[in-house]
């Protein structure tokens, strides 16, 4: 049950709501529960989170348009920082704030799903794996 409440917490903390894993990680830490599990648990359901922005992003672009909330110049705009930046952005995906919108912008923008889902693996484990060395 505990790795299933982190996972959970990783996976909305993901989204779009404001909310963190990493108290709930460093608690699990200092339980004493597997190391291993715990940053297994955290980083794919802190991934499949950014994986929920992306789809949103990609399957949300044309409602968004539709009802005035996303403007073809904004596109064109992240689509240019996205061009420039490609997916070393993608790698700040585990910061508080602007993190998940990057990961809902690579949807919007179409960016290749392979891609995304390593760089952004990598980003939260990097972050759960430093946070967790921290703590032993």
Do not use: C
Request: hydrophobic fraction near 50%; glycine fraction near 8%.
């Amino acid at each position: 049950m505990i790795y299933l409440t982190l996972f959970f917490s990783a996976l909305i903390s993901a989204t779009l709501f404001p909310m963190g894993s990493e108290a709930v990680l460093v608690y699990d830490i200092k339980q004493g529960y597997n190391l291993y599990l715990l940053l297994l648990f955290a980083t794919v359901g802190n991934v499949l989170g950014s994986l929920i922005n992306y789809i949103l992003g990609l399957k949300g672009e044309e409602y968004l348009e539709r009802k005035g909330h996303l403007k073809k110049e904004k596109i064109e705009k992240y689509k240019i920082f996205f061009d420039k930046y490609g997916g070393y952005s993608l790698l700040l995906s585990w910061v508080p704030i602007i993190g998940d919108p990057i990961t809902f912008i690579a949807g919007i923008l179409k960016y290749d799903w392979k891609k995304f889902l390593f760089i952004v693996t990598v980003a939260k484990f990097g972050r759960y794996l430093f946070l967790a060395l921290l703590i032993v």
